[in-house]
């Protein structure tokens, strides 16, 4: 059973950073997408960021891209969401899900939009203020 467990989360300035982690374990597939996804209060979920274990490839939601880096530690099975420039709009419960995919399939809009996530982890709350 695959287990996620995101951290990190907290109250920050607009302009600052934050880190998130989604530490993984019980992984027994060969290939996984880890995406990042949040929820604001009142509104849908949405991607924010995905990252592939086969190839290493990520894609960005366009909302975050060039402020947010999605990245991953495999020694500690760990995917980290660095959030740079942070927005009060950025305000949301982050989320990691993974999903296990065939060998050498990359991230990209449809990984992180399409793919449904078999795991989940409980979400971590980014609360930025103005």
């Known amino acids: 059973q695959v287990q996620l467990v995101e951290s990190g989360g907290g109250l920050v300035q607009a302009g600052g950073s934050l880190r998130l982690s989604c530490a993984a374990s019980g992984f027994t597939e060969d290939s996984y997408v880890i995406n990042w996804f949040r929820q604001a209060p009142g509104k849908e979920r949405e991607g924010v960021s995905c990252i592939s274990s086969s190839d290493g490839s990520t894609y960005y939601a366009d909302s975050v891209k060039d402020r947010f880096t999605i990245s991953r530690d495999n020694a500690k099975n760990t995917v980290y969401l660095q959030m740079n420039s942070l927005k009060p709009e950025d305000t949301a419960v982050y989320y990691c899900?993974?999903?296990?995919?065939?060998?050498?399939?990359?991230?990209?809009?449809?990984?992180?939009?399409?793919?449904?996530?078999?795991?989940w982890g409980k979400g971590t709350l980014v609360t930025v203020s103005s």
């Open positions: 899900a993974t999903t296990p995919v065939v060998v050498g399939t990359g991230c990209n809009h449809e990984a992180l939009y399409y793919f449904g996530m078999e795991y």
